[in-house]
């Protein structure tokens, strides 16, 4: 199982659109594998296929590093998302840091609602809705929005966008270290 390199921003395919999948397949099932494998080496709770350069609606998730330290959470365990639709986010409204791996070094404060619900199909192609709240539902609306071209920094203010510009600058031109691999800049 390869680990596959990160496309980082400002990659136009992080903002392409993507396409829902229309059956289970060997080749499908590799390609989790291999994000799984990825996801697991650069040490992410999340990774969405457009960060790994595929136009499709499909994203992983194993959040249990984190949940195990907190308390009130439950560990769902690697879980896999296919042709996700939320269906509702509600509750109260939690400020909290965030990251991902397609914008490194880069963290900060995101307001999201509590609750999500959503549905998916699963690893097995079954459909299935759960409700979560806590770390695992920011984990998947985070996720969610990579789906739709959406990154975490697009919900921070001008003033807070125009703080991190220099560092915006440097991964966009492919100046970035990083201990997992990264894609090539395409120009
Ligand atoms: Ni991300």
């Not at 439950?74 to 996700?84: A, C, H, Q, R, T």
């Amino acid at each position: 199982m390869p680990v596959l390199p990160i496309i980082t921003y400002n990659d136009p395919v992080l903002r392409a659109e993507t396409k829902a999948l229309e059956k289970n397949s060997g080749e499908l099932q590799s390609l989790i594998d291999d994000m799984f494998e990825t996801m697991y080496n650069s040490s992410g709770v999340g990774l969405a296929a457009p960060q790994i350069g595929k136009s499709l609606q499909l994203f992983v998730m194993d959040a249990d590093a984190v949940t195990e330290e907190l308390e009130d959470e439950e560990d769902l365990g690697p879980m896999v998302f296919i042709n996700p639709e939320i269906i509702e986010v509600k509750g109260e409204k939690v400020r909290m840091e965030e990251g991902c791996l397609s914008i490194p070094d880069l963290r900060d404060e995101i307001v999201r609602p509590d609750v999500t619900v959503v549905k998916f199909r699963d690893r097995e192609f079954n459909e299935q809705t759960i409700e979560v709240s806590g770390w695992v539902s920011r984990v998947i609306q985070h996720e969610y929005d990579h789906l739709a071209g959406k990154l975490f920094i697009d919900y921070l203010s001008a003033f807070r966008r125009r703080l991190h510009k220099s560092l915006l600058k440097k991964i966009d031109s492919g100046k970035i270290e990083v201990d997992y691999p990264l894609a090539p800049k395409s120009d």
